[in-house]
């Protein structure tokens, strides 16, 4: 397959952007394989509202799209993210296929891979023997107390899930995995970050603690008791970032005139497959159709691209003056000018609707 009239879109839309680096293709960075909807979750933020779609990706599609990846990476090591809108091990047995056939190629053309996966960590300890052994990183997403947690990302039987997670951290630390948390932030655990943060490093020792927003889309749309306060939010991160300044933690979409956490640029695209066959810019968002640039044809086994269709969507979505000071410039597409054309979706800027909407105007008002 071809990619050069894909390629050249995509950069000619990035560098109108004000990037401090210029853009140039030298190969994609990594290929997330969003496997399936389907979860044992109920968590009550869920971005992807899962139980209403119980779609899995083919693994014709997941192979074509690690054959994609092979051949079309820059990288000596090629990156591959198993991740989901639902749990990526509930379909285990596609999963294990998937992994198998990466340590195929990998043997095969004599090529290192780098292999993630994000998942709950409701794991068997045959589960967890296998993905300890394949996987250079594990992202459990885990809320920390057992009374947060409970609430928050019970079971689908609503029963509570702190026990299981905790048995698969455990697990991982006491075998000394490379792992990390993930932690979504609430009115009901930003108080209590701090406490969290010791208990993890004392309990479980993870390499790394992610924190992300609550964003009021999917299944969370309208729990806005559950968004915790501008002020409150913005004087947290500070605090922590003082008092944990020898931990590894990463704030998602935060800003600070002292601290940049703005990603350099590298010259390279990550691409995301999903259950419907979809080729995305963009992951993990409620309703990723505004995103897709095309699906994999499974009768001719290649990637139809629709290159008219992604340049007009990114260039709608990309080219705002207000992404240029956004903290989530990296991290996301959106911005307020965008809203006319996504109404018709569940789509919207988290990060301006929510904490930083007020501190983005500002800034918007103060450089004019």
Not at 149 to 169: E, F, H, M
Not at 242 to 267: Q, V
Not at 338 to 366: E, G, P, W
Request: charged share 25%.
């Amino acid at each position: 397959m071809k990619n050069d009239k894909f390629i050249d879109a995509v950069c000619e839309i990035l560098n109108k952007r004000n990037f401090s680096k210029k853009i140039s293709f030298t190969g994609f960075y990594s290929l997330s394989i969003f496997l399936t909807y389907e979860c044992n979750f109920d968590c009550m933020y869920c971005f992807s509202e899962p139980g209403k779609n119980k779609k899995t990706i083919n693994f014709s599609t997941a192979r074509a799209g690690i054959d994609f990846i092979v051949k079309n990476s820059g990288k000596k090591v090629v990156k591959i993210i198993f991740t989901g809108g639902g749990e990526p091990t509930l379909k285990y047995k596609l999963f294990k296929k998937c992994v198998d056939y990466i340590n195929f190629v990998k043997k095969k053309k004599n090529i290192n891979f780098d292999l993630s996966i994000v998942s709950n960590g409701v794991w068997t300890k045959e589960q967890c023997n296998y993905i300890s052994k394949n996987f250079q990183d594990i992202c459990i997403s885990f809320d920390g107390f057992s009374d947060v947690q409970n609430v928050l990302r019970p079971l689908k039987n609503n029963k509570p899930s702190y026990k299981y997670v905790v048995k698969t951290l455990r697990s991982l630390e006491k075998n000394s995995f490379h792992f990390g948390t993930k932690t979504i932030i609430t009115r009901s655990n930003i108080n209590h970050l701090d406490k969290l943060i010791k208990s993890n490093h004392n309990n479980f020792n993870p390499d790394y603690q992610i924190f992300d927003l609550f964003y009021l889309v999917g299944k969370a749309k309208n729990k806005t008791e559950l968004l915790p306060k501008n002020e409150d939010y913005m004087q947290m991160i500070e605090k922590l970032l003082k008092n944990f300044n020898n931990h590894n933690l990463y704030f998602r979409n935060y800003f600070s005139e002292n601290l940049s956490l703005r990603r350099s640029h590298e010259n390279h695209l990550r691409i995301t497959l999903d259950p419907e066959n979809r080729i995305l810019f963009f992951a993990t968002t409620p309703n990723p159709d505004i995103f897709s640039f095309g699906k994999f044809n499974k009768n001719k086994k290649t990637f139809d691209l629709d290159y008219n269709s992604l340049k007009k969507k990114l260039s709608i979505i990309l080219n705002q003056d207000e992404c240029n000071i956004c903290p989530a410039i990296n991290n996301c597409g959106l911005s307020q000018k965008s809203m006319k054309y996504i109404s018709d979706t569940r789509l919207s800027c988290a990060v301006l609707q929510q904490s930083f909407r007020s501190y983005i105007k500002k800034r918007i008002n103060h450089e004019k």
